[in-house]
């Protein structure tokens, strides 16, 4: 299993970004799949989760409204649009195989830091 993420990184507070989560050695199409992150000095904190048709998608309460999951079965990848960012967004975002708080792989994490 691969998770190979792309996107992230230093954003203006109020702005956009997009992650991505590009998968193999797995059928992607029949997994669960979540977004996690963890802010500095603080523990893991899932952020959302998507079936693995698409069709229901699940939000932790501090990104509702804000932050849309997404995923393309043709293509294998997951994906997380990020919109009127936070400060208190900033933190290493993480996919993960797996339904929220049942993960059995993860990407590489990547770094998104909210800042003016």
Known sequence: VQLVQSGGGLVQPGGSL????AASGFT???FDMSWVRRAPGKGLEWVSA????????TYADSVKGRFTISRDNAKNTLYLRMNDLLPEDTAVYYCAKGPRDSYDDWGQGTQVTVSS
């Open 50 to 57: 998507i079936n693995n048709g698409g069709g229901s998608t």
């Open 18 to 21: 997009r992650l991505s989560c």
């Open 28 to 30: 992607f199409s029949s």
